[in-house]
């Protein structure tokens, strides 16, 4: 039906209404053809992106099958694909090599802009150090039971809560408190080389990321003013809620 465009049953008594006439058909016509064309490349991209969706969970499911993986690590598995892929299977590697380092860049900083600005110890800093320190921010999944940090282990890391829910126990198992997106701890261990005092475990599943004390302390080496406000909101911290016994080492410069 799309082709049905003619001159109608009106005979053309001069040159020009013709020319025009069939001129105004052939636009049609070429109209029609891209809009077809379109129409079934978008209907391609998503037949395809549904095949490769099936394929990716019928190859992960043929995996564990060999595997002999029992059923409550397979449904941590697809707990996990869910969680990650939100239903829209893609290939991080393609992205990877389809986008610069500067995007790649551009687009940790961008998700996680507002989350570092919420963290006191970071709320004098200026913007451009905020930015160096989103750059080091490394990202990682959790699924529900996965501990994050474990009572009497050395702390090496601040976390950044992105999405999900943990809770916070002490290291007799007594629930603290629930922390949701947009939340961090761990902050202290950027400070001080401390042994943790409590355990934080994902209740649901988490997109998190992390800062490593080593890079952090890299960023300050150039901000020694800074880095003193560091130690002391940190210190106070510990202070707090009584946690300066479990500092390994006081020597503490970047």
């Known amino acids: 039906m799309l082709m049905l465009v003619s001159n ?86 393609v992205i990877k090599k389809a986008t610069s380092n500067f995007l790649r860049r551009e687009i940790l900083l961008a998700a996680t802009k507002k989350n570092i600005r919420n963290i006191d110890m970071f709320g004098k800093f200026p913007a451009n ?16 039971g996965d501990i994050i940090i474990r009572a009497g282990n050395a702390g090496q890391c601040m976390f950044i809560l992105l999405a999900g829910t943990v809770v916070v126990t002490t290291s007799e198992d007594r629930a603290v408190c629930y922390l949701r997106d947009g939340s961090h701890f761990g902050e202290v261990a950027l400070a001080f080389n401390l042994f943790r005092n409590g355990n934080v475990t994902a209740v649901t599943p988490c997109e998190i990321y992390k800062l490593d004390r080593h890079s952090f302390w890299t960023i300050m080496a150039k901000h020694p003013d800074l880095w003193k406000m560091v130690q002391n909101k940190a210190a106070d911290q510990l202070v707090r809620a009584g946690d300066a016994a479990n500092i390994v080492d006081t020597k503490q410069d970047p």
Do not use: C
């Not at 150090?129 to 529900?144: A, G, M, N, Q, T």
């Open 129 to 144: 150090l905020l930015k160096r320190i989103r750059s080091h921010l490394v990202s990682e999944i959790f699924l529900p």
């Open 8 to 93: 109608g049953h009106h005979n053309k008594e001069y040159l020009a209404e013709l020319i025009l006439s069939n001129t105004f058909i052939l636009l049609g016509f070429v109209l029609h053809l891209a809009i077809l064309v379109e129409t079934t490349q978008i209907w391609s991209k998503y037949f395809n992106a549904g095949n490769q969706q099936i394929t990716v969970y019928d190859s992960v499911n043929a995996y564990m099958r060999y595997k002999a993986l029992p059923m409550t690590l397979r449904k941590r598995i697809y707990l996990y694909l869910e969680f990650k892929y939100q239903g829209h299977f893609y290939k991080e590697s």
